[in-house]
């Protein structure tokens, strides 16, 4: 029952440094979306995708890029991290208007 | 104003206790209504659905105010296990497949 998985759990980076937080779900759900979530604060919604080839921005974009090739994967990429994208980062999937299942969740830390 | 509001508490009480949360939206439209439980470092999971007509789930009860754009969460006989932060999920003002939530109330409960 693997569910949404997500990879990295841990990762540190320098500022400036680029990489790709993966996540793929095998429930064939349409909606994935990614969130962050910083201290004492709730998830924000980054990017979120109805669908294979659709992709769209959520509350706070800037500095994400997503893509949606397949059903299945729905990857986070950073271009060039800076220390404000230091946190916790879940990934989510479900039917569309249906129950959220997220992931474990990445920490990331850019010095 | 943001789309989604909670009190952060903590609210603290003893076991036994009735509590009850409130979450305001912005969005009149909005159609789709959740309650998640998230523990210290863990994803998010799905606590109940929140209809128009109310619903229970054993010891919670949630419930759906339209004209004053809010909803509640009541939990009844409050046992140590429900000590948790409770986020409100709202979809979003500009699109029903955004799910925005709140900051979350922290609960704490106890002996």
């Known amino acids: 029952n693997a569910g949404v998985t997500q990879t990295p759990k841990f990762q540190v980076l320098k500022t400036g440094q680029s990489m790709t937080l993966q996540c793929a779900q095998d429930?064939?759900?349409?909606?994935m979306s990614w969130y962050r979530q910083d201290p004492g604060m709730g998830l924000r919604l980054i990017h979120y995708?109805?669908?294979?080839?659709?992709?769209d921005q959520g509350e706070v974009p800037n500095g994400y890029n997503v893509s949606r090739s397949t059903t299945e994967d729905f990857p986070l990429r950073l271009l060039s991290a800076a220390p404000s994208q230091t946190s916790v980062y879940f990934c989510?999937?479900?039917?569309?208007?249906?129950?959220?299942?997220f992931g474990e969740g990445s920490r990331l830390t850019v010095l | 104003r943001k789309e989604v509001e909670q009190d952060p508490g903590p609210f603290n009480v003893p076991e036994g206790a009735t509590v009850a949360f409130n979450c305001t939206y912005s969005?009149?439209?909005?159609?789709?209504f959740f309650w998640y439980r998230q523990d210290c470092r863990k994803e998010p999971k799905l606590l109940m659905s929140?209809?128009?007509s109310g619903n229970e789930d054993g010891r919670f009860t949630a419930q759906l105010n339209r004209a004053s754009q809010y909803i509640s969460l009541l939990i009844r006989d409050s046992k140590l296990s429900d000590s948790a932060t409770y986020l409100c999920?709202?979809?979003?003002?500009?699109?029903?497949?955004?799910?925005?939530f709140g900051s979350g109330t922290r609960l704490l409960v106890r002996p």
């Open positions: 995708s109805v669908g294979a080839g659709i992709t």
């Open positions: 969005n009149s439209a909005s159609q789709s």
């Open positions: 429930m064939n759900h349409e909606y």
């Open positions: 989510a999937s479900s039917y569309v208007g249906g129950e959220l299942f």
């Open positions: 929140v209809y128009s």
């Open positions: 999920v709202v979809n979003a003002m500009d699109s029903s497949y955004k799910l925005i």
